[in-house]
C-alpha cells in the first residue's frame, strides 16, 4: 500500500513530477559530463604512458609531465643497459615542433619519435597506413582528429615540420591530447634530427627490467649514476604528469565543481518540489495519521516517492548523457562513461533524492491528526 500510495501521490500532479524530474536529469547529466570529463581527461594526459611497457622512467630533472618534455643529458640509454638488473632501455624523443600548413600558417606540435620495430610506443588505433609505411624518409603518422588544425586532408598530403617536408603516411583516430596540441609520429632518429638533439640524446629512457630483479635496488644504482636527472616508476610518472595538468593548472578542480554544483542543484529542486507536494497533501497525511497509520509509515510513502522519482530521473538523465556521449566523440572533447561512473551516478541520485526527501519529511513529522477535523 505504501508504494501504490507513493506512485498515485507523484503522478496526480504531473506538472510537479516534471519540475522534479528536471532536477534530477539535469544534475544526472551535469554530474555525467563533468565526472566523463574527468576520466577522459585523465586518460588523454596519461595515454602515452598507458601505451608505454616499462618498469622505470628516467627523465630530465624537474620534468611535470610526459607533455612538458626537455632533453636528457646523454647516454642515459647505455648507463642504464650497464646497470644490474635492466633488461631494456628504449630511449624516446619527445619535442615541440613548428608544423607549417600546406596552405600557409604554422600551428605548434608535439612530436613524438620512438623505435616502432622494438620499442613499445608507437602509433596505436591506425585507420590508414601502416607501421612500416613509416620507415620511408620524412613519414610521419598524425590523428584524423587534428586534420583541420594541421591543415590536411588525408593520407599522403605534405607539409613541413620545423622547416623539414615530411609526408602523412599513417593515420590514426582517437589519439588525443590534453594540451590541445596535435601529437605527430615518427621514427626515432628523425624525430632526434627534427629536434637538432645529438645522437646519444633523448627526452626520455624507459628501461624495463629483468624478471625477478629489485626495483628499488635497480632505481637506486640508477639514480647514483645518473646525476641531474629523475628516475621514477611508470604509476610515479603517470600520477605526476595527471596531477600537474588536472590540479596544478586547476582544470582538474574547475570539473569537480561543475560536478558538485550539479548535485547541489539537484537536491535543492528535488528537495523543494517534494517540499511542495507534501505541503499540499498535509490534509491527506492528517487523515492517514488519524486512522491509524504510524510516522514510519508515512516516511517510509515520502520514501518511496523519492526513490521512484530517482529512478525515472536517472534513467532519462543517463540516455541524455549517452547521446551527449555519442556526439562529442570525433570532437577533441574527451567524455567517457564507464561502468562504474554509471554505478555511482546511480547511487549519488538515489542518495540525492533521499536527502531532498528529508525536508518534506520534517513536515510532515510535525502534523497533529487532530487537525483533520477541523477542516
Known amino acids: 500500500m505504501a508504494a501504490k500510495l507513493a506512485y498515485r501521490n507523484l503522478f496526480h500532479d504531473r506538472l510537479s513530477l516534471v519540475v522534479t524530474l528536471v532536477g534530477i536529469v539535469f544534475s544526472v547529466v551535469l554530474v555525467a559530463v563533468q565526472c566523463g570529463l574527468y576520466i577522459g581527461s585523465e586518460r588523454m594526459i ?9 618498469d622505470l622512467w628516467i627523465v630530465p630533472l624537474g620534468t611535470k609531465s610526459f607533455d612538458d618534455p626537455s632533453l636528457l643529458i646523454g647516454l642515459e640509454k647505455y648507463a642504464a643497459l650497464s646497470t644490474p638488473g635492466v633488461k631494456e632501455a628504449e630511449e624516446l624523443a619527445v619535442g ?3 608544423w607549417r600548413k600546406p596552405k600557409g600558417g604554422t600551428t605548434a606540435i608535439l612530436l613524438v619519435g620512438s623505435d616502432h620495430e622494438n620499442g613499445s610506443l608507437k602509433p596505436w588505433n591506425m585507420v590508414e597506413g601502416d607501421l612500416t609505411d613509416l620507415k620511408a624518409p620524412n613519414s610521419v603518422a598524425v590523428d584524423d582528429t587534428y586534420f583541420a588544425d594541421l591543415g590536411v586532408e588525408k593520407l599522403g598530403d ?20 590534453f594540451t590541445t596540441l596535435p601529437y605527430v609520429f615518427t621514427s626515432l632518429q628523425r624525430a632526434k634530427t627534427l629536434m637538432d638533439a645529438a645522437a646519444n640524446q633523448s627526452s626520455y629512457t624507459l628501461v624495463r627490467l629483468e624478471p625477478g630483479a629489485d626495483k628499488d635496488k635497480v632505481r637506486a644504482a640508477l639514480e647514483a649514476r645518473l646525476q641531474d636527472r629523475e628516475v621514477l616508476t611508470q604509476a ?55 486512522l491509524g497509520a504510524s510516522a514510519g509509515y508515512i516516511h517510509k510513502v515520502i520514501l518511496i516517492q523519492a526513490i521512484m522519482s530517482a529512478f525515472i530521473g536517472y534513467g532519462v538523465g543517463m540516455i541524455l548523457s549517452l547521446l551527449v ?41 510535525r502534523i497533529d491528526p487532530a487537525g483533520v477535523f477541523s477542516r
Open 236 to 290: 610515479e610518472f603517470r600520477k605526476r604528469s595527471v596531477d600537474y595538468w588536472l590540479f596544478q593548472t586547476g582544470a582538474g578542480s574547475a570539473l569537480i565543481a561543475g560536478a558538485a554544483l550539479g548535485m547541489i542543484v539537484g537536491v535543492v529542486i528535488v528537495a523543494q518540489t517534494l517540499y511542495a507536494s507534501t505541503k499540499d497533501h498535509l490534509n491527506e497525511f492528517a487523515t492517514l495519521r488519524a
Open 325 to 365: 556521449i555519442w556526439a562529442s566523440k570525433d570532437t577533441t572533447l574527451t567524455i567517457v562513461m564507464t561502468p562504474n561512473l554509471a554505478l555511482l551516478l546511480f547511487a549519488l541520485t538515489i542518495g540525492m533524492c533521499v536527502i531532498a526527501a528529508i525536508s518534506a519529511i520534517f513536515k510532515v513529522t
Open 96 to 98: 615541440f615542433a613548428a
Open 46 to 54: 596519461a595515454a602515452m604512458l598507458d601505451q608505454s611497457d616499462g
Open 158 to 177: 605534405t607539409a613541413e615540420l620545423n622547416n623539414t617536408k615530411v609526408k602523412i603516411k599513417g593515420v590514426t583516430h582517437g589519439i588525443r591530447s
